[in-house]
């Protein structure tokens, strides 16, 4: 637990947060046109928007949109992200594109790409090959999987396998949505402690498959796949958020008031510890500096404080967010070309 002692009648100061799962590829989803039909159900939100939406992504629209992504999460206080990557018509670099943006904004960043076998057995090759090339070449990541239910047992197995061999786990979306049940039959046998399991929504209590759950309560609840109810797991838990910012203090807030609603005896320290296990995700960032405009950073006080935002952050001891804006890069210069890159995006959406 990172010391939270340090503080003025005015401030605070916290380790950096972790978005413990991302997808930093849809920071320019905002506004994007409507599907060509409206979803009924999550197979169909999936099928009709975000499938559509990595498929018309290339390295400079990922590029711009990483660098918004992590500027965005600078601006909550949030130095390390664990994103989970597709783009199948831009699948070699992509993981280059995404760290390079974010070590240029100044956050920290692990990176996966997240296999499947939509797109047929060449292009489940080409993500796992993508996920050694990074990582072997020094990248920081870990073996992306979408998710049981779009992958082959072989690719399920060639996924783990890697990870084994360089030593990393395995980034994973698990027992999201009704397709997904029983993902735990298929994978119980591979899975490790350093295993990220996304979701869990449909889940058995007693699962029996390794690894970290990453609740993303306000994402669970836009797809309406359900609550997770993480505190029934004995694995350990971390909050991510599914693409929708990192706004950590945010989706603390939303995990507790969601646990709330059906135990009135849950208080806000379950999920304030699911959020400080992020820094056993990323230890570095723990020791990263966060000066807070608020005169407490505890679970009880940020629970009902709305709106905390950081003075000051400081990334391996360089400040890299001070008055309001990066110190880094031109936010503005960033903005205007994720602006238009979202445009561009847009156009191909028309199109698919």
Known sequence: MVDMGESTNFTSVSGGLVCAHHHLYSALARGMPAPPATPTNFRQILELVWWRLDMALDLDIIRDSARLGALEALARGCTAIIDHHESPNAIEGSLDAIAEACDEVGVRSVCSYGVTDRHGADGARRGLEENRRFISDGGRGMVGVHASFTCTDDTLEAAAGIASDLGVGVHIHVAEGPDDVGAEERIRHLARPDWLLIHGVLLPDNHGVQGTLVHNPRSNMNNSVGYANPARFVIPVAIGTDGIGADMLEEFRLAYVAGRAIDVETTPETAWGWLEHGWALVPEAANDKVVWASPE????????????????????????????TSTRVDEQEVRTKAKESARRLFARLEEI
């Open 297 to 324: 950073f505890d679970p009880w006080f940020q629970a009902f404080n709305t709106g905390t935002s950081p003075i000051s952050v400081e990334v391996d001891g360089e400040a890299v967010w001070s008055n309001g």
